[in-house]
């Protein structure tokens, strides 16, 4: 996992002082960009990564060697269209490609961290990511979006900053973590520690993996990424590579090999106390309580542009908790648009080929921007 | 453009917030967003027409307006439309109260099942009318209350809904309704626009 790739990285000399109290100096944040920043310095775009995602959201990811996470929506003539606009997509601070994250050396005692690293949070990770306007000079971001995590990151990002960006697009996302993601999110942290490999967080200095705790919370978190149907059509009760079942323990069902491959894929790219840390940072975001229960508070004054889209069949962050965000933009004035695209592909619908996504996305983005130069 | 939507046009001032209620494809938005210095925003019913308005870059939310504009505050917009949907809800009654709720005023047409042609559909042929401005089946028809333009009139007048403007439309010809032409303009008359307010 730590095979040197090509990664850009900047660092922020300015400190941060996180939620919990700590602060941090002189830390590494990772990040990529697509197209080019034209002269006005307006058609910026930046995008935030969901829980297992990372800077290379486009293109060919230099670590996997596979497409990046969102290529589907950013590219050449794509409906985030990098010949037009200058794409920014950063590692999140705790997560474990290039930024500081709990796999970094502590200065302090010279061993990673482990769990010794500072909880965050996703204020935390918006306030780490501002730093990229300063640095490419950018007075205002064209729009910031992302779905998932992501999306929370963009709520946030328009609560804190609420003039840095003209249009905003959260994405099949909650602006309060619910119970049953808290309970999802658990499953997966147990798992890795219940993993003898884990050792208390501090398997890097001995040598350890807990591959297999962190391959099984990325099998749970899986299925909550995909929807009933589109599983039963793409799978039900089909066999693997075989013509009978074998009265065994075995993967005699495709799904369960399909769900073993997407376990041990993503060892390959993810640290185990990366995931503990930025689950935890989904877990604590609850923008409305931060608002003492008024979520129209956390966007007074803004005068963004908001795009909010939910999918049918995504059942973790359902339409009912977008709509929340809707509706406390509406009561405030402010400018809001909505839309529920069809799709049976679950949660993950925002990251795959759904032309009518796509397609909104696109038109939206493209009719908003050349209103702007007006 | 349809002389319907001009006169919706004329009716809004300037530098106002105006929402547009089953905004369908959005074609009346844009024509008002070009012509007038208005701040404007919609709400409908349809996936696929949704789509299409938020492609044009509107402000526009998927929704139900049966449910969805308890979201929006007491007087949170200057002018409010309904083009030709208030047929079409299961609670006309709520839904225009809802209207004049969240609008200082609200702009209200209605096709007219008064309208001569539509009468003698019935009359002659003794099945629902089928014209322009209602095209569908009896079983397949989005409209579950039609209404005249007398009985829209009589509704506001029973419901102390002051009527600011009452306009008859026929064959791109507007011309004005009142108490005494009411029962001509209701058979002459293809759609009525309203101007209302509480």
Not at chain 1, 11 to 39: H, M, R, V, W
Not at chain 1, 61 to 85: C, E, M, Q, R
Not at chain 1, 225 to 232: E, P, T
Not at chain 2, 12 to 19: A, Q
Request: charged fraction near 25%; glycine fraction near 6%; aromatic fraction near 10%.
């Amino acid at each position: 996992m730590n095979e040197k790739v090509n990664i850009k990285s900047l660092i922020i000399d300015k400190p941060l002082k996180l939620d919990c109290g700590q602060t941090i100096n002189n830390f590494p944040l990772a990040y990529e960009t697509y197209g080019s920043l034209n002269k006005k310095k307006d058609n910026a775009i930046l995008i935030f990564h969901a829980l297992t995602g990372d800077q290379f959201v486009s293109g060919k990811n230099p670590l996997t060697k596979k497409d990046g996470w969102w290529s589907y929506a950013v590219g050449s003539g794509k409906a985030i269209d990098t010949d037009k606009y200058f794409v920014i997509c950063a590692n999140v601070i705790g997560g474990c490609l290039g930024s500081l994250g709990p796999s970094n050396t502590n200065p302090v005692t010279n061993k990673i961290y482990g769990t010794a690293f500072p909880i965050i949070t996703i204020n935390d990770m918006v306030n780490a990511q501002y730093n990229l306007l300063d640095f490419f000079k950018i007075k205002k971001l064209f729009a910031v979006m992302g779905g998932s995590m992501g999306g929370m990151q963009v709520l946030q990002f328009v609560s804190n900053f609420p003039d840095k960006a003209k249009v905003a697009i959260p994405i099949a996302c909650t602006a309060s973590h619910s119970a049953q993601n808290i309970a999802f999110n658990e499953l997966g942290r147990q798992s890795i520690m219940a993993d003898a490999n884990w050792a208390s967080g501090d398997y890097s200095n001995q040598n350890k993996n807990p591959n297999k705790g962190l391959s099984v919370a990325r099998m749970a978190a899986h299925i909550t990424y995909l929807s009933k149907n589109g599983l039963q059509e793409k799978f039900g009760r089909k066999l693997q590579e075989r013509d009978d079942l074998k009265f065994s323990f075995d993967a005699d069902f495709q799904i369960e090999s399909y769900l073993r491959h997407q376990g041990s894929a993503f060892v390959d790219r993810f640290d185990a106390n990366s995931y503990l840390y930025i689950t935890r940072a989904m877990d604590y975001f609850d923008l409305t309580k931060e608002h003492n229960g008024n979520l129209s508070r956390a966007f007074a004054n803004t005068k963004t542009k908001f795009l909010v889209i939910s999918f049918t069949s995504d059942w973790l962050y359902p339409t009912s908790e977008n709509k929340e965000i809707v509706i406390a933009l509406n009561a405030i004035g402010a400018d809001v648009a909505f839309v529920e695209i069809e799709s049976d592909k679950g949660h993950d619908s925002f990251l795959l080929d759904v032309p009518e996504f796509l397609n909104t996305l696109k038109d939206y983005l493209n009719n908003s921007y050349s209103k702007n130069l007006i | 453009m349809k002389p319907e939507f001009k006169i919706i046009s004329d009716f809004i001032e300037k530098n106002t917030r105006v929402l547009d209620v089953g905004c369908g494809d959005g074609t009346l938005m844009e024509f008002l967003q070009n012509n007038k210095e208005i701040d404007i925003r919609g709400i409908e019913i349809s996936k696929d027409n949704s789509q299409k308005c938020v492609g044009k870059g509107l402000t526009v939310i998927e929704g139900d307006a049966e449910k969805d504009l308890t979201q929006f505050p007491d007087g949170s917009f200057d002018f409010v439309i309904l083009s030709q949907t208030l047929q079409a809800f299961l609670n006309p009654e709520t839904v225009i109260q809802e209207l004049l709720r969240i609008g200082k005023k609200a702009i209200v047409t209605v096709p007219n099942f008064g309208f001569w042609k539509v009468r003698l559909h019935l009359l002659l042929k003794g099945t629902m009318p089928i014209t322009k401005n209602l095209p569908d089946e009896w079983y397949n028809t989005p409209n579950l209350h039609m209404c005249t333009i007398k009985d829209f009139y009589n509704f506001c007048h029973d419901r102390k809904i002051k009527l600011d403007k009452s306009l008859a439309l026929h064959n791109e010809k507007i011309s004005s309704i009142n108490e005494l032409n009411l029962n001509i303009k209701n058979l002459s008359a293809e759609l009525g626009i309203f101007l209302i307010e509480r």
